[in-house]
């Protein structure tokens, strides 16, 4: 029997309406981790309109039918590709007559006459695809200086409050300034009408050019700014699409900051940048069990669900780190250490976006990218944490103690050391410094930051008053009275700075904080009452950290997570430089799993990797894992 015709239309009106209606909190946005490609681990900031269609033609191509949709631009799209510009060159941007980033004309022909992004949009959406762009914080430095007017989106011309007309020089915050970028963004003043009318205007005309993802960048981690991301949020969900909202990046993130932010996105990022080294993986390890403990896989987000974001993954074919160069190097993990990558991303559910550049993927990374398995987890498993009872044996671990110790000694990098490095002032980790005068003559900054340890001896390096050359007008000897130099070697003039001058990776420490003695606020430092060290250029704070403690890591991990059909997935991950006999209880598994999961007396089932089954396991599951591999089970118990 055929339905009516009237009955026809009103249900596809009433689907239409359930899945396009604006309020909608069923539009289950991020319902499952997002699944795409971006271009930052292959191009850096240089990728241009045909490279990127051909990279999102491969997407739709290959990768569609495993879930990856979106295709995303990262940073810097609007900046001239020409010698002189980098990461934070100042004075190369295309911006319009409102202040707006544009893209550059050169690399992205298509949007020539004021197209902007619409047409490779457009071209996205004909592929089946999604398409996402990146933005920094706040508004351009560019767009300050030259004190563009604010653009209102309702009636089409310059932003009017008060009786009077607002610009750029009013909106941006100078002393707030992206602190890898601080030639580049600032944030925006979001308590004041104009500020939220340029935001306004930047993220609608996102929507008009059909951009369905944006990575916001500088505004989470050391670089929060909790006020931006809540307006952008709440511009977004005015916006008459659905658009997926990604933070980045994530340094020194922790469950608690994201508490605050995690239901107004649907992806943030919990690391720095991650790029193809051991050490960058590892770090990974404790931030993921620590995110999925506080329960934060898949909580309320954005339209839908949020996510806590692992980061891309730099597999195949690359570049490096904020160079002004295309992919030229094949990815350095080895297939060990790329498989040990993807099962924790999966087991934790991590927004899986493959950075290689997929002209050249070869077959090895594009069968680790699209395992069924992994993909399996990632999108539908439940219950995912570490499991926390894996051992190795007594002698093993003897063994691997006094590879360490021989490793330690050889290494004197990894010896332990104590570094400076910046985290925000609000951060307890910055409390802890005080004056001291240790000879007599010279004063010292000291750190200690747990005094109730007697044994932790202060830390000191010695501050002097900064030396104004003859040209310094007398504001700024007034300005600085209160603010001093620290010198980090005596011998060669050098002192500590506070800037971060490039996006550093996950796994390397901000201990390079040093240059020659000059007169720059980034060297200028000022103690403030609660013992936090600041700095007057990027406005972070020290803190002293041991550099051993997150250099190295090494042990063993495991995770757990549940199936659509009462399968149990089971991890073990070798952290150490050897081979490692890893073992689980089943008694164990039974202490952290619902019973409804054990309907036998025994578990079944079969490892990833080797597809070697394991049947009858009644006691313990017992096997060697590779240096840096990992191992995943499918278990039926
Ligand atoms: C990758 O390995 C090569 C050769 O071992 C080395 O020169 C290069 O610095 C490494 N790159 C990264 C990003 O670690
Ligand atoms: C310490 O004081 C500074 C300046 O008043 C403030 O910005 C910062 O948030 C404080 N930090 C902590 C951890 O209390
Ligand atoms: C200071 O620099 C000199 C010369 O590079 C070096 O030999 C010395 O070990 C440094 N001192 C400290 C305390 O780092
Ligand atoms: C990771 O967590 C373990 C267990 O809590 C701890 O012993 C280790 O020091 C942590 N590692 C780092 C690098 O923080």
Known sequence: MRPPLLLLVL????????????????????????????????????????????????????????GYEYVVVDFLWYRKNVDGAYVDSYGYDSIDEWGRPFPDPERWPSSKGGKGFSKVAQRVHDMGLKFGIHLMRGISTQAVNANTPILDVHTGRAYKEAGRHWRANEIGLKHRTCAWMQHGFMSVDTDLGAGRAFLRSLYQQLAEWGVDFVKLDCVFGDDIDTKEIITVSELLEEIDRPVVFSLSPGTSVTPSMAKGISSYVNMYRITADDWDTWPDVTTHFNISRDFAAAKKIGAKGLRGRSWPDLDMLPLGWLTDPGVRQGPHRKCNLTLDEQRTQMTLWSMAKSPLMFGGDLRHIDQATFRLITNPTLLE?????????????????????????????MENQANSYIREETVLGLVSCNDEKAKGWFVASHDGNSDYMCWNHDVRRSDSLPYCVAKKKPLLSSYEDTTRIWQYQE?????????????FHGSVNK????????????????????????????????????????????KKGSFITTGIRSWIATGRRGEIYLSFFNLNPVSTVISARISDLRKVLDSSFFRRGSCSGKEVWSGESHSLVKTKLSVTVKKHAAVLFVLNC
Not at 378 to 401: A, C, G, L, M, W
Not at 483 to 489: P, R
């Open 11 to 66: 249900s596809l009106t009433f689907f239409f309406r359930r899945t396009f209606s604006k309020s909608s909190e069923d539009w289950g946005l991020a319902k499952l981790p997002p699944r795409g490609w971006n271009s930052y681990d292959s191009f850096s900031w240089v990728v241009d309109e045909a490279a990127f269609l051909y990279n999102a033609e491969v997407v739709a191509q290959r990768l569609l039918p495993y």
């Open 377 to 405: 987890i990632n999108s539908y498993s439940d219950n995912n944490k570490e499991f926390p009872y894996v051992f190795s044996t007594e002698n093993q671990r003897r063994e691997i103690h006094s590879l360490q110790k």
């Open 483 to 495: 603010k001093f130099q620290l010198v980090a070697n005596e011998t060669t003039d050098a002192c």
């Open 503 to 546: 996006k550093h990776t996950a796994s390397a420490e901000r201990s390079t904080l040093v240059s020659d003695c000059w007169w720059h606020a980034n060297q200028v430092w000022r103690l403030n009452d609660n013992g936090t060290l600041e700095n007057s250029y990027s406005s972070l704070c020290a803190t002293v950290r041991s």
